[in-house]
């Protein structure tokens, strides 16, 4: 959506900027009633939500590996629930935060139905936990049993992505990044998601940084 993300609260005069807070409501006096004071509107569809797997972390000794799965996919869950791309008129990188959640989320779901889990599977889950800090194992590490959790985390993750940038394309059209972008359509789930990968430091980096001759 396209909005004056600087607001000017009418009641008490309070100025914020809903990029910073994701909230409509004034911080001030909690009045929802307030203007634009930007001069013109700018795509927006990041979020303010943050991912926190530390108290996960912390209770990997005392729940079962189940019951923590569920709370972690759960928590990436509410994370990426309405993620953007597109802050304050600016395109971002498909970040590994997001990737990492996405992964999380998808395993952890798996885990948490599964009667038991192995032990390949226990590690694999456990160095997920690092999510929030954007660290995912490397492909290697992914037992067999859940490759197809990891592969449908990465198609929704680039159809999340492509979704966005599509949009902002519409907005700053440009044919290099088109077809790029059209490259990460074909093959299976991990070539898109390795091209995608590999793509988006080429596009990203110049879209990001306004340097679209550079494509």
Known sequence: ??????????????????????????????????????????????????????????????????????T???????????????????????????????????????????LKVSDDEELYFTELLRADEGSRPPPESVPESLQASRGLAYANAIREYRSDLRTYLDEHPDRPAERVLGRSRGGGVETRAATLRRDRRYFCGSLVTGHHGTL
């Open 72 to 114: 972690a996919a759960e928590r990436c869950r509410e994370f990426t629930r309405g993620y953007g791309f597109i802050d304050a008129g600016e395109l971002q990188p498909l970040d590994d935060t997001y990737l990492a959640a996405m992964e999380l989320r998808s395993v952890g779901s798996e885990l948490g139905r599964r």
């Open 1 to 70: 959506m396209k909005i004056r993300g600087r607001r000017e609260c009418k009641e008490c005069g309070t100025r914020w900027s809903y990029y910073d807070t994701g909230e409509a409501a004034c911080p001030s006096c909690g009045s929802l009633y307030s203007v634009g004071v930007d001069d013109e509107r700018s795509l927006h569809t990041a979020t303010s939500s943050t991912l926190d797997l530390a108290p996960v972390r912390g209770d990997v000794d005392n729940k079962p590996v189940r019951r923590l799965a569920s």
